[in-house]
């Protein structure tokens, strides 16, 4: 049964028989994370602009804290949506409970480091997608491949970018560090002054 399986699958594979990402039914896989791009040759991106925007809940955020992300336009079936800061591939953030007919997608190490379909059923500016702001990036955009149908999909659809303010607990420079360099600083700075003139 194998014997006869793979054979036949990498038969396929050699001939690129595969899908476009977000063509495929039930979901981009964990290899498209980076490129966002269907990988098909025979089945080119729709020209930009999209017909597609992404609205965010806020446009300043924390550390921890939540924020809705909709996707507006035609009605949709596939999508791959991340959070990225500046030129760096990686999804950052962690998305919580999938809306229905999506799913989480593994990236960047992150289990919930994505949203992909979980099937071809429609989806619409009424799926509304949360996410967990992390800590570190000062400012982050969403960015999705949005496909309508198997042969018809834009790539780059990008949100205005979010910023991550506030002082983070974990990390950076706390009043109490601030404080505690001050006091130490102090003391030699008037001894300097004292003998400097
Ligand atoms: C979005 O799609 C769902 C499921 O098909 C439908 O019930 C809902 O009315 C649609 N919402 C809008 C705003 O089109
Ligand atoms: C959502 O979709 C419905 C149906 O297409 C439309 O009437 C409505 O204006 C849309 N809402 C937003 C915020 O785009």
Same mark, same amino acid.
């Given at each position: 049964?194998?014997?006869?399986?793979?054979?036949?699958?990498?038969?396929?594979?050699?001939?690129?028989?595969?899908?476009?990402?977000?063509?495929?039914?039930?979901?981009?896989?964990?290899?498209?994370?980076?490129?966002?791009?269907?990988?098909?040759?025979?089945?080119?991106?729709?020209?930009?602009?999209?017909?597609?925007?992404?609205?965010?809940?806020?446009?300043?955020?924390?550390?921890?804290?939540?924020?809705?992300?909709?996707?507006?336009?035609?009605?949709?079936?596939?999508?791959?949506?991340?959070?990225?800061?500046?030129?760096?591939?990686?999804?950052?953030?962690?998305?919580?409970?999938?809306?229905?007919?999506?799913?989480?997608?593994?990236?960047?190490?992150?289990?919930?480091?994505?949203?992909?379909?979980?099937?071809?059923?429609?989806?619409?500016?009424?799926?509304?997608?949360?996410?967990? =702001?992390? $800590? +570190?990036? @000062?400012?982050?955009?969403?960015?999705?491949? &949005? !496909?309508?149908?198997?042969?018809?999909?834009? *790539?780059?659809?990008?949100?205005?970018?979010? =910023?991550? $303010? +506030?002082? @983070?607990?974990?990390?950076?420079?706390?009043? &109490? !560090?601030?404080?505690?360099?001050?006091?130490? *600083?102090?003391?030699?700075?008037?001894?300097?002054?004292?003998?400097?003139?």
């Amino acid at each position: 049964m194998l014997g006869l399986l793979l054979p036949a699958l990498s038969v396929l594979g050699l001939l690129g028989v595969s899908p476009p990402v977000t063509g495929l039914p039930n979901g981009a896989p964990t290899s498209a994370c980076e490129s966002m791009m269907p990988r098909h040759q025979g089945v080119q991106p729709q020209p930009p602009p999209p017909p597609y925007t992404i609205r965010v809940s806020t446009r300043t955020s924390t550390a921890g804290q939540p924020v809705q992300v909709t996707i507006l336009g035609p009605d949709y079936a596939g999508v791959l949506l991340e959070a990225r800061s500046g030129s760096d591939t990686r999804a950052l953030g962690s998305w919580q409970t999938p809306p229905s007919n999506t799913k989480f997608l593994t990236c960047s190490g992150n289990q919930q480091g994505a949203i992909t379909h979980s099937n071809t059923n429609i989806k619409n500016n009424s799926t509304v997608y949360t996410w967990i =702001t992390p $800590s +570190g990036p @000062s400012s982050i955009f969403f960015m999705a491949t &949005v !496909a309508q149908q198997r042969t018809v999909y834009w *790539l780059n659809v990008k949100s205005e970018p979010l =910023t991550i $303010s +506030g002082v @983070s607990l974990e990390g950076g420079a706390s009043p &109490v !560090a601030v404080a505690g360099g001050l006091l130490f *600083l102090l003391p030699s700075l008037l001894l300097t002054l004292l003998y400097s003139s």
